[in-house]
Structure formats: structure tokens, C-alpha cells
């Protein structure tokens, strides 16, 4: 069973930073997307940030490109979203996803097949 678990979700001021942390399991696939995606209240979810197994391949929203910053540990199926100088409108719950059998940049939400089960980030002003 594929499982991501997200973590680093927390109360922060505006400028300050956090880690997001999304440990993933279950699967044992060569080639896949991992993307980072966010929901603020009464709004749609959203693409932020996301880093493609085959080549270290990353994507930036401009919303967040300059400030946030996305690692990956692919041995250990572990993908980092540092997030710095953050601001009020970064207030959401954010989810990492699994995209299978991707080998390019995508932040089309219907290529992620598994989802994470979301971690509160707020910022305060």
C-alpha cells in the first residue's frame, strides 16, 4: 500500500520558515513525480512546488519561486519543501502527492495518483 506522510506543519510569523517533510512508502517504482500542493480556505488546491525522479527535475510556482525550495532524498523516498520568508497568503494545508511512471514536470493534480493527509501551515502577520 503506497503511503505518504507528511510533517513540519506549524504556526509561524510572517518572514520566518519551515521544513516540510513527506516520507513515502509502499512502492517500488523507477520513475515518478513527487509534487507539493496547498489549500487555503475557500480556495482550490494549488501547485506549488514539485521534483521529478529521473533527472532531479524541479518546478517552482511563481507564487512561491525565490522563497521556497524543494530537496529530495530519493533512496530514502523522502522530499523536503524548505519554505522562507513566508507570508500570510502561504496560510494552507499543504499535501505532498505520488505522480507514477512520470518523467516529466507536471502539476496537473489528475497525474497524482496518492496523496498525503495534509499538514496546517499558518502564518501569522
Known amino acids: 500500500e503506497v503511503q505518504l506522510v507528511e510533517s513540519g506543519g506549524g504556526l509561524v510569523q510572517a518572514g520566518g520558515s519551515l521544513r516540510l517533510s513527506c516520507s513515502l512508502s509502499?512502492?517500488?517504482?523507477?520513475?515518478?513525480?513527487i509534487g507539493w500542493f496547498r489549500q487555503a480556505p475557500a480556495k482550490e488546491r494549488e501547485g506549488v512546488s514539485c521534483?521529478?525522479?529521473?533527472?532531479?527535475?524541479?518546478y517552482y510556482a511563481d507564487s512561491v519561486k525565490g522563497r521556497f525550495t524543494i530537496t529530495s532524498d530519493f533512496a530514502k523516498k523522502t522530499v523536503y519543501l524548505q519554505m522562507n520568508s513566508l507570508k500570510p497568503e502561504d496560510t494552507a494545508v499543504y499535501y505532498c502527492?505520488?505522480?507514477?511512471?512520470?518523467?516529466?514536470?507536471?502539476?496537473?493534480?489528475?497525474?497524482?495518483?496518492?496523496w498525503g493527509q495534509g499538514t496546517q501551515v499558518t502564518v501569522s502577520s
Open positions: 509502499g512502492f517500488t517504482l523507477d520513475d515518478y513525480a
Open positions: 502527492a505520488l505522480a507514477p511512471d512520470i518523467v516529466v514536470i507536471t502539476m496537473d493534480q489528475d497525474d497524482y495518483v496518492y
Open positions: 521534483v521529478v525522479s529521473s533527472d532531479g527535475r524541479t
